[in-house]
């Protein structure tokens, strides 16, 4: 009777070394023997049948092996390593020189369904993502394990320390009969771990407060900071150590370092952090010496580092003018070289001595070869031709290598309006620093250019609605074109826009075309307009009642041609604008405020010239760097030269005249004042945009206008007046004024200051100076390209005038508040302010104008 021996070998893997031995190359191990392997059998197989599973150990009937020995030891490894079985068993039964091998296995259950408990449901999406708890996962010990580290450590990055992670496994059955369970996971979240004190010790040059206050983001409690909250969060720790270090590295003291932080349980659900300084001494910057530079020399790159012999040691400092992380636009040694060419230079400052306690530098430069572009491609532009875009490119393929260009190309595709700027991605490629080459290829993510208008505000009485189409990509020359049309002719860069403007008391309709490259050779802009409107005479004090007088009003027919070219010179930011402008005005029974020849027309050819800067941020939406000024003039020819009438007469004949008695011969003596209108008007806005802390910005914005005449006998006419107050929508009127928003007062309310006593002028005359100062701090909720929101809280302050003797840019009225926007693609900007006036509307009596509403939708600022 052959001898049976029923051995269970799953125990030798905890006794037997392993090898790299091939399966062919089987050793034995201690007292192996071989054997020829005669029946191999699998129990407990339910997922994958008996023939897989041998398949996965590559054994076969036939194969010799040793037992005990590394093949088998192989075998049961590498089921193991293929995470599908909870338990692994091998039963050897020995018959003379064979052997039947038998697996017992059991199966790793699928993930059935989870369920998470303790935390919100919107939470939950994220835990189930982020760690495939989907259905059909294996589910392992290891998958259980990362989930509850991935789940604690979480809840401690968000302040909650001492929150508790459990996860059961039930098992389930299903249809198929296939092993699965349910996962429980609770989450016991604990309050949030507040900080109730932070100790430093060994601190004698800094004070605990100034110490502290480096701490951006770990506080200790204090009952008076409501705006930061004082829970404990590891990561922001970390980063505020480091802070602190800086600061003393800041103040010469180059060894500052912690010894020792230490946290210590106060309470529940409070903590202590000491922290244990070492200062070491302060230290003083002794010589400064330049090696391997040729491209410029000691002064100037001495100048550039802008540090002295005798200054306090700044660890910080030096390695920001060296090379200042994160930021391309720094002026420091390194783009210094970068922004001339050499991508490829190195800067590294080296203490070569130090005695007592001066430390005397070698700033180490390797300059390289001079880089220049190679390959410069685009990615991502399905509508945008291509020439649309490498037009607007600052790098060319030969060209020296600039790191300004780089981010000027980047910041003008994205004002462009055409992609998104926030996901604007230049990327070097093929870096070449033996050849001195490198290529760039613009990642491009287009978004919806163009957009329906609808725009609306309360004003002048009643609500003022546009409905528009602007088309910001438009192609012209493909208007025709049937096949062009997906589901318009796009991708020129054109803008075609037409608008229809209405209220109870009048109508207006625009046409408009912008081509930004005319000739398509040189970024020269050209711009024509038509326009042409129907204006109503109406009660402005009639509230409620107000009704439009069909029988009184007012056309205008207009258009105008422009060109505006980019400089060169002082930077090629600038920009100068050309236009000549004509508009028809004609009167029909409109005696209205200054318009005493309510029978009559006048005719105004104008030319605007503008010089203009615009070194906006890559986001024109939310920009968050940079500033815009623009400065324009626009002028009528001066026709009271040569026309040869005697303007000084009619100006003497007209004071003379009894304003009601002699309303016939005002008003044909104002027709001949201004058949053709003759003035100027200068205007100044300047905005700049800071970034302050994080995502907060600060918009500080200037405005200034104002509106002469050639000559004072003729004066100032009636039109292309300012008129500040309210929104900025243009409200009712269309005679060419200007809507100046001041928010926290009525539209159009903010009269002259000097007019409050003078009853002759009505409150519909406008004004012919203005300032205003603006400022607007920003923070945006998202910048997707679905939608950009921010929030924002301004304070702003304003005044007009008639004249300019009586100009006093110090007496203003004052308003603050808060405000949202929204900016989508297809529609533009919406957006609504909540301001108070500080002060009372000039000509009326009593205290603050108080709240006012104001909704914009489609204005952009």
Known sequence: MAKQTGLILAFLLSCISFTTATAQNDLPVSNGKQYEIGVISVVGAKQYNEQTVIAFTRLKSGDLVYLPGDRISNVIKKLWDLDLFSDINLYATINGDKVDLKFEIEEVPELNKVTITGIKEKKTKDIIKDNDLNKGTKVTENLITKTKYYIENKYKKEGYL???????????????????????????????????????????????????????????????????????????????????????????????????????????????????????????????????????????????????????YNGVLLKERIAKDGDPNADDLSNLYKNSGYLFSSINPVEVNVENDTIDFEIRITEGKLAYFDRITITGNDKTKDRVIYRNLRTRPGQRYSQAAVLQTTRELGQTGFFDPEQLNPQFLNANPYDGTIDINYALVEQGASQIELQGGYGG???????????????????????????????????????????????????????????????????????????????????????????????????????????????????????????????????????????????????????????????????????????????????????????????????????????????????????????????????????????????????????????????????????????????????????????????????????????????????????????????????KPSASIYALVFGEAGSSFDNFKDYNPFLMNRSAGAGVRIYMPAFGLLGIDFGYGFDPIPGTVGGPNGWETHFIIGQQF
Do not use: C
């Open 162 to 312: 001492n929150s508790k992670v459990t996860i059961l496994t039930r098992p389930t059955k299903d249809s198929t009969e296939s092993q699965r369970v349910d996962m429980l996971v609770n989450v016991e979240l604990s309050d949030r771990v507040k900080i109730e004190d932070i100790e430093f010790i060994g601190n004698e040059e800094l004070s605990d407060a100034k110490l502290r206050k480096q701490m951006k983001n770990t506080k200790q409690k204090n009952l008076i900071r409501f705006w930061k909250r004082s829970k404990y969060i590891s990561e922001n720790y970390d980063e505020d150590k480091v802070a602190i270090v800086d600061k003393y590295k800041e103040n010469g003291f180059r060894d500052a370092r912690i010894v020792t932080d230490t946290l210590i349980h106060s309470g529940e659900d409070l903590i202590t952090l000491k922290i244990s300084l070492e200062e070491g001494d302060k230290y003083y910057i002794g010589d400064i010496d330049f090696l391997g530079n040729t491209v410029y020399s000691d002064r100037e790159l001495a100048r550039q580092l802008g540090l002295e012999k005798g200054d306090v």
């Open 461 to 783: 009485g009643g609500f003022v609605g546009t409905l528009g189409l602007s088309f910001n990509n438009f192609s012209i020359q493909n208007l025709f074109n049937k096949d062009a049309y997906q589901p318009l002719p796009m991708g020129d860069g054109q803008k075609f826009s037409l608008r229809a403007q209405a209220s109870t008391f009048y109508q207006t309709y625009s046409a408009s075309l912008v081509e930004p490259w005319l000739g398509g050779k040189k970024p020269v802009q050209l711009q024509l307009s038509f326009s042409h409107s129907i204006q109503y005479r109406y009660n402005f004090n009639g509230g409620n009642n107000a009704r439009p007088d069909k029988d009184s009003r007012f056309l205008i027919t207009g258009g105008s041609i422009g060109l505006a070219k980019r400089l060169e010179v002082p930077d090629n930011y600038f920009t100068i604008s050309h236009a000549i402008s004509f508009q028809h005005f004609d009167l029909r029974n409109y005696n209205v405020g200054l318009f005493t020849f309510g029978n009559g027309s006048s005719e105004n050819l104008a030319y605007t010239i503008g010089i203009s800067r615009n070194e906006g941020d890559v986001n024109p939406i939310f920009p968050r760097t940079g500033s815009k000024f623009n400065l324009t003039a626009k002028l009528t020819p001066p026709y009271s030269l040569w026309n040869g009438t005697d303007y000084k007469e009619l100006a003497d004949t007209r004071a003379s005249l009894d304003p009601v008695a002699d309303q016939t011969e005002i008003s044909q003596i104002d027709q001949e004042r201004f058949n053709w209108l003759e003035y100027y008007k200068i205007k100044f806005e300047g905005q700049w945009f800071t970034s302050l802390v994080g995502k907060l910005v600060l918009s500080s914005k200037v405005e200034f206008g104002f509106l002469g005449a050639y000559n004072n006998d003729r004066g100032i006419p009636p039109f292309d007046r300012f008129f500040l107050g309210g929104d900025g929508l243009g409200g009712y009127a269309l005679d060419g004024r200007e809507v100046i928003r001041l928010r926290g007062y009525p539209n159009q309310s903010v009269l002259p200051q000097d007019r409050v006593d003078n009853s002759s002028l009505d409150a519909s005359d406008g004004a012919t100076v203005f300032n205003k100062f603006e400022f607007e701090l920003r923070y945006p909720i998202t910048l």
